[in-house]
């Protein structure tokens, strides 16, 4: 089936959920959906997302999401790509302590704070809808849990991370720049770069690049941070890089056709 929209399900207990708390769920909601689509597409018209339907099903509240069509080149069902990869990423935080494709580590925070129960709140359940929806994920106490674990450091060493760079600001904390940067397994990698090299970033938006530094990883080694003291440039697409073949030596038919990012996020897949 495919997706038209989101359905956003609110499930009361005793009181009425809180209109703030409401309010804030869908802000979270739409908060992880922009991100997501970030990572989905580095470049291009952000979908906005509207009320399509509001509804009380019993102790329920129902929301419906959609995407506002556009005068755009950018198809529908591109646009709809984040209210899969969230339904998804959802599903995956109920069974591992894992950063989803296409989650960036605040994504997975956001989640977790959807799984706690409070004001009026006993869970909210994510579903994508065609007319009816589909498989609901509800955000439960494992999803909090491991949306916890997820981000939470395991190990710290000193390493590298590549990807293209995706997302520059500035932080709360004096001297440094936040970067994002998105990997070959389409997840993101947040960085903390001295200002010292703020002109080098912006110079480097957009294109690939390494990070050298030191890596926090949580328990599935998955780099979730880098503090960052080196900047490199790398090449684009597949200039001054080995070739599939190079890399597979013998082998070489094993994954025919597949550029270098594809069969590095295959062997780590």
């Given amino acids: 089936m495919t997706a038209t929209g989101l359905e956003v399900r609110v499930h009361e207990g005793r009181e009425r959920a809180e209109a703030v708390r409401v309010a804030r769920t869908l802000t979270e909601v739409v908060g992880s959906l922009h991100e997501i689509d ?13 009320l399509a339907d509001m509804e009380r099903e019993a102790h329920d509240l129902v929301i419906r999401l959609e995407a506002r069509l556009v005068p755009t ?11 899969l ?12 302590a894992e950063v989803p494709r296409l ?16 004001d009026g709140v006993q869970s909210v359940t994510l579903a994508t809808y065609n007319g009816s929806p589909g498989k609901p994920v509800v ?13 939470r450091s395991f190990e710290v060493a ?28 389409r997840q993101a990698v947040d960085g903390h770069v001295p200002e010292s090299l703020a002109d080098q970033l912006r110079e480097l938006w957009r294109h690939r690049v390494m990070l ?29 890089r080995p070739s599939t073949d190079s890399l ?18 295959r062997l780590r897949g």
């Fill in 212 to 240: 050298g530094g030191k890596v926090r990883r949580n328990s599935r080694g998955q780099a979730i941070r880098i503090d960052v003291d080196t900047v490199e440039r790398l090449p684009e697409g597949n200039e001054g």
């Fill in 38 to 50: 970030r990572i989905h597409l580095l470049r291009g018209t952000r979908a906005t997302w509207v």
């Fill in 85 to 96: 990869a969230l339904v998804d990423g959802a599903e995956t935080l109920q069974h591992e």
């Fill in 248 to 265: 597979l030596g013998a082998a070489a038919d094993w994954l025919d056709d597949l550029t270098v990012d594809e069969f590095v996020g």
């Fill in 73 to 83: 080149g950018r198809d529908m069902a591109d646009m709809l790509v984040p209210v």
């Fill in 103 to 118: 989650f960036a580590p605040n994504t997975v925070t956001r989640l977790g704070r959807l799984a706690e129960p409070r």
């Fill in 158 to 185: 000193y390493g590298s991370v590549s990807g293209t760079l995706s997302a520059l600001r500035d932080t709360r904390t004096k001297g440094t720049v936040k970067v994002t940067v998105r990997t070959a397994a």
């Fill in 139 to 151: 955000l439960s106490d494992a999803v909090r849990e491991n949306a916890a674990q997820a981000v």
